[in-house]
């Protein structure tokens, strides 16, 4: 290690010990909640078999393309999303923070559900939930206050949803205090197989279950009619890009501590189709069990399709109560989205504390702790009361489109076309990666990303301008929805005009600084000597 001509000693950025923690840890983001509970029933609404045509399209065409231009990203410029836009463009740090704080409000709200999966996984031992599991988890559990067209925000706790939150809490913050190989890369390396075995457990049994084949037959049989439903295409590629994690600065973070000479786009599909392979798997044990219920019913697999939090608080314990061996269904299906959610909350809390510990030049305990201990406070505060599921379900429905989708939109449009950065992206990554990018990832990338973008965008705006989301009150979605969404552009504006300190990524970074030297002599030595 080198000391610095102005006497201080350079911090080293962590990095993933190995490729494979860093495919283990991607995946681990990648595979959260949306694959066990969204795809399932995104794919049944959407023409069934039919629907894996327009989804593989969008994973090609939009999902690994703009996967690859976020570990280009990271990887070239070698910092959290700030500092990594802020090294692309001096305007552009706005961008990087925005997607911070996409993450943060994210973070705090995912964590609750987290909670909830915990606590489920102990009921299903013991079928807490009795004979109504609908009344039970907005009842019992939740103790939802009023209906929603009430919807407000109250401090009355739920002791048995604020107890597993504030554990949840200490467990991230722990693995996030360990680092990134030790920490990070660790959690990942166990959570992720267990899961994956836990869930793989889980299908198998559903297979078996009375009436498995109908959810099966309902799942895959194909309505060819749904390919010419422009909203089919436009749910391929918003449930591809939400389940990838591109988009707001996981990907561009966790690529940023891979080592030089790493194979990016090798990497990078197979984290793509890792993950569509969970998703599909999902589908799978998802309907298979549907199946059994619709049987038990006496009902179609229609009847008892849903998807969300009705699908993993309402309808798979009803399928608990009913199947044989129920409870390990149910510990096998609860205990997956434990460990799906903590992966991928890692991921989130990671974009946050990196950007604080580049900024400041600080170190990685008090970067954590500085990050997590004031989501944790906003976190317990706002979502283990009655009134927390309502404002979930706006944070949540508003920042996922206004944040993330705008966010990524934002992102491409500057990087491709106002810095006209992608060819120097492309040949950072071909530098190093086994299958090389070429043309076409320009018009992936830069025209149909932004195209498919702007197009969920837009929609979404429509949807919600013309009626008032969930039936809340109007003064309910300005503040937690409208509001929040402008917000997080204003506050990520300001942010940008924070002076990086003087010990900062930004102001001293001579590994950075050497990386970008060694490649420039590279590329002049290629130029050289394709002249000669």
Known sequence: ??????????????????????????????????????????????????????????????????????????????????????????????????????????????????????????????????????????????????????????????????????????????????????GIARANAIFLPLLVVMFVILVVQSLFLPGAVDGLNAFFTPSWEALGDPSVWAAAYGHIFFSLSVGFGIMVTYSSYLKRKTDLTGSGLVVGFANSAFEILAGIGVFAAIGFMAQAAGTTVADQATGGIGLAFIAFPAIVSEAPAGQLIGVLFFGSLVFAGVTSLISILEVIVAAVQDKLGAGRTFSTLIVSIPMAIISIVLFPTTTGLYVLDTVDGFVNQFGIVAGALVAVIVVVWIYRNLPSLREHVNRYSSFKLGGVWFILAGVIAPVVLAYMLVTEIIAKSTESYSGYPLWFNAIFGWGMSVALIVFAILMSFVPWSAKSKLNFDPEYDAIRDAENAEADSYTKGGQR
């Open 1 to 182: 290690m080198t000391t610095a001509t102005n006497g201080k000693t350079p911090v080293r950025r962590e990095t993933f010990s190995s490729r494979r923690l860093f495919i283990l840890s991607a995946i681990g983001s990648a595979v959260g909640l949306g694959n066990i509970w969204r795809f399932p029933y995104v794919a049944y609404e959407n023409g069934g078999g039919a629907f894996l045509i327009p989804y593989l399209a969008a994973l090609l065409t939009a999902g690994i393309p703009l996967l690859f231009f976020d570990y280009a990203v990271g990887h070239k410029f070698r910092g959290s999303a700030p500092l990594a836009f802020r090294r692309l463009a001096r305007p552009a740090e706005a961008l990087g923070w925005w997607q911070v704080l996409v993450c943060f409000v994210i973070a705090v709200y995912y964590a609750v559900i987290i909670a909830w999966s915990s606590m489920y996984t102990i009921f299903s031992v013991t079928k807490a939930w009795g004979e109504d599991p609908e009344a039970f988890f907005m009842g019992d559990f939740l103790q939802r206050a009023g209906a929603a067209t009430e919807a407000s925000v109250s401090l009355d706790f739920v002791p048995g949803i604020l107890i597993p939150l504030i554990i949840v809490w200490i467990v991230t913050i722990g693995i996030m205090i360990a680092g990134v190989s030790k």
